[in-house]
C-alpha cells in the first residue's frame, strides 16, 4: 500500500467522496481506531462532508455499544483478552444497528444501547434510516470478529503516540492494540489506512479503486 500525505481538510474531502461513491443503499464504513487518536473525531467530520454533498450519514460509536459492566469486568478491570474481544456487545450491535442496515434489512436502527458513564441502559425508540444513509462506525478493535461492516477505515498510530494520547487510567489498553495489530494485522485487511501520528499532517493508503 502506498501512502500519499494529505491534509487534513483532504484527507475528510477523500473519505466522503469515496464513502459517497459506494453502490450499497447504507454502506456500514468502520473507523478503526481510539476515540483518543482522533477516530471519533474524523468520523464525525466525514459524516459532516457527506451531508454537504448530498448523502445522508448516521453516527454511531462503539463505546455506547459496551456490554455490562458486571459482564466486561468479570476478570477483573485489566483483562486484555476481555478488552480486546469482550467489551463490545457485538451481537447487538449487528441485531439493532448492522443487520437493519445492511441488504434486505429493515432500515431501523438504534444510536445508542448503553451509557458507558452510568453502565445504565439508553435504549430509545429506533431511527429510520433516510434512503441512501451511510453509517460511520467509530471505535477500537473493529476488525475482532465479524462486525459485517462494508469497509474498514483504520487509523495507524505508533506505540509511542498512542500511549501519549490515552489517559494514565487507559494506559494498560496499550497490550490491548499491541496484541491487535499483531494477531488481527488490521492494516493489511482494512480498505483504507490513515497514517496517524500527526493529524495535522495525515497520510492515506487505499487498497481499493476509488
Known amino acids: 500500500m502506498r501512502f ?3 491534509t487534513p481538510d483532504r484527507l475528510v ?5 469515496w464513502i459517497r461513491g459506494l453502490g450499497a443503499e447504507h454502506p456500514r464504513i468502520g473507523f478503526d481506531g481510539a476515540a483518543e487518536i482522533g477516530a471519533q473525531e474524523l468520523a464525525d467530520a466525514v459524516a459532516a462532508r457527506l451531508r454537504i454533498l448530498g448523502r445522508p450519514a448516521i453516527r454511531v460509536s462503539t463505546r455506547w455499544w459496551w456490554r455490562p459492566a458486571s459482564l466486561r469486568l468479570e476478570l477483573g478491570r485489566t483483562d486484555v483478552d476481555m478488552l480486546v474481544s469482550g467489551w463490545l456487545d457485538a451481537p447487538a450491535l449487528r441485531r439493532e444497528v448492522l443487520d437493519p442496515l445492511g441488504p434486505g434489512g429493515s432500515g431501523g436502527y438504534l444510536r445508542r444501547l448503553r451509557d458507558p458513564e452510568t453502565d445504565r441502559s439508553v435504549r430509545g425508540a429506533p431511527a429510520v434510516a433516510d434512503p441512501r444513509s451511510a453509517l460511520l462506525l467509530d471505535g477500537p478493535f473493529l476488525q475482532v470478529g465479524t462486525l459485517a461492516l462494508d469497509a474498514v477505515v483504520h487509523l495507524q498510530v505508533s506505540p509511542a503516540r498512542l500511549a501519549r494520547a ?5 494506559q494498560w ?3 490491548g492494540f499491541a496484541r491487535y495489530r499483531a494477531q488481527d494485522r488490521p492494516v493489511d485487511h482494512a480498505q483504507v489506512v490513515v497514517a496517524y501520528d500527526h493529524p495535522a499532517a495525515p497520510a492515506i493508503g487505499w487498497s481499493v479503486d476509488r
Open 4 to 6: 500519499t500525505a494529505v
Open 13 to 17: 474531502g477523500d473519505l466522503a467522496d
Open 166 to 170: 490515552l489517559p494514565s487510567d487507559r
Open 173 to 175: 489498553w496499550l497490550a
